[in-house]
């Protein structure tokens, strides 16, 4: 029997649809911020929270946008915090 997935945005929830065009948004660790955008998933591993590789299902460009502000809001947030702490 065919096992199906269902994929949803992680931005907003939609439902992913055959005739959609959504992207995979690749987001990780390191000293800074690194999102990598593409169309293919097959291409990616798994997310690694050990690592702190997040990958997201995105929906299309307003969600992109979303999610890079939220990376960029949370990267400003533990730049802060740790100026803080100096």
């Known amino acids: 029997m065919a096992r199906f997935e269902t994929v949803?945005?992680?931005?907003?929830?939609?439902g992913k649809k055959a005739t959609n065009n959504w992207f995979i948004a690749v987001s990780g660790g390191g000293s800074g911020l690194v999102?990598?955008?593409?169309?293919?998933?097959d291409h990616y591993p798994e997310p690694n929270t050990e690592i702190g590789l997040v990958v997201?299902?995105?929906?299309?460009?307003?969600?992109?946008?979303?999610k890079v502000s939220?990376?960029?809001?949370?990267?400003?947030?533990?730049?802060?915090?740790?100026?803080?702490?100096?």
């Open 8 to 14: 949803t945005c992680d931005v907003c929830g939609v």
């Open 35 to 41: 999102i990598d955008i593409a169309s293919e998933r």
């Open 56 to 66: 997201s299902d995105i929906c299309g460009e307003e969600c992109i946008i979303k």
């Open 70 to 86: 939220e990376l960029i809001a949370k990267m400003k947030g533990n730049q802060a915090g740790g100026e803080e702490r100096r």
